[in-house]
């Protein structure tokens, strides 16, 4: 069972080739997908599942797609 990962911005040149785009983690929920991945979960601002956002405590199911989004900054 696997799911879609789409980083996005600084996520995704964080993650650039540390992760694969299709991962094993069905029955994970984002919080623990999250303390997976190979960068702080706290860059993680919004986690969109299907295209609805989720809490972290969401559970993902075989054939989820799931986008990160990160903190935004400006000046």
């Known amino acids: 069972m696997a799911v879609e ?3 996005v911005g600084l996520i995704e040149t964080k993650l650039d080739g540390k992760i694969q785009r299709h991962m094993d ?3 994970m ?3 623990e997908f999250l303390s997976q991945l190979p960068i702080q979960p706290a860059l993680v601002a919004f986690t ?4 609805q956002l989720v809490p972290r405590s969401h559970r993902l199911v075989d054939g989820d797609v799931i986008k990160l989004v990160p903190m935004l900054g400006g000046g």
């Not at 969109?48 to 295209?51: E, P, R, S, T």
């Open 48 to 51: 969109v599942v299907n295209g």
């Open 29 to 31: 929920t984002v919080e």
């Open 5 to 7: 990962v789409i980083p």
């Open 25 to 27: 983690v069905a029955g």
